[in-house]
């Protein structure tokens, strides 16, 4: 995350939470992460330096015009500084400064398969012992830890994978 991210979303931020419009703007700057995590073009599109900064403003309207007046303005504001390429940045640094604003822990929940309603349940009780906060699930798939779940809040991290519990057999085999 380039300094430069983390200074347009606290500005952002603070313009958003003084118009009353910093919930709108989290629903925006998601849309945004989320569009450019599902389109290469999309993120191909915003790096490249040999489209023009009024066509790639033109462009953001276009597909985001339902945004609010705030993120219209940020799109105009990377345009006349020219750094259209860390949109993406800015919007999940945003996101994160809106949880912590609002006291919302983000649980990063690894697992073999996309998460269940019934696993969620589960991660939530255990997320109830490390953190007093609200807490948001960011579930990640990773086939290599065969089952179960790994669960990190901030610089916690709860192991319940079978690929951990097959390595930490194989250590008591091996001793």
Known sequence: MSRA????AKAILDIANSNGKAAGVNDDMKSIVSAVAESAELKEFLSNPTVKGDVKVAALSEVFASV???TKSLFRLLFENKRFEILPSIASQYNLLFDELNGVEVAKVTTAFP???ELEAKVLAKVKEFS???VTINNVVDESII??????IGDKQYNASVAN???????????
């Open 5 to 8: 991210a983390i200074r347009y």
């Open 68 to 70: 609010q007046s705030e």
């Open 115 to 117: 998460i269940t309603p």
């Open 132 to 134: 007093n906060k609200s």
């Open 147 to 152: 089952g179960g779940f790994i669960l990190r």
């Open 165 to 175: 519990s097959l390595q930490t057999l194989k250590r008591e085999l091996l001793n």
